[in-house]
């Protein structure tokens, strides 16, 4: 996640393994603000993104069976997917932040 992110997280218990714990990786640009929370534990993502002060998106993901960092044509992104894959979330930074969530 570090690497996709390219931050360290805000850790909520210092001192609990990551995996135990949650993780809020938040970065900003000229027109997007972006909060991502997971929680690897207990299967939960939660994205928030505000796209020039607007929100463009806000969802919460619970009983995840997937969460992975992933590429298709040499773009790399994050893939959150429920259990029994009703819905599955990605979300890409670069070449600029864009999000799809939707039943697959």
Known sequence: MLGFFGVEPQVLDAGVPWFYNRLTFSLET???HLTC????????????????????????????????????????????AQE???VQLRLWLEPHVRVFVGAI
């Open 30 to 32: 000229s027109v997007d």
């Open 37 to 80: 929370a997971i929680e690897p534990a207990e299967g939960h993502i939660e994205v928030a993104w505000r796209h020039q002060g607007e929100e463009a998106v806000r969802v919460n993901l619970d009983s995840l069976r997937t969460l992975v960092v992933t590429s298709e044509a040499g773009i790399s992104y994050l893939l959150a």
């Open 84 to 86: 029994g894959n009703s």
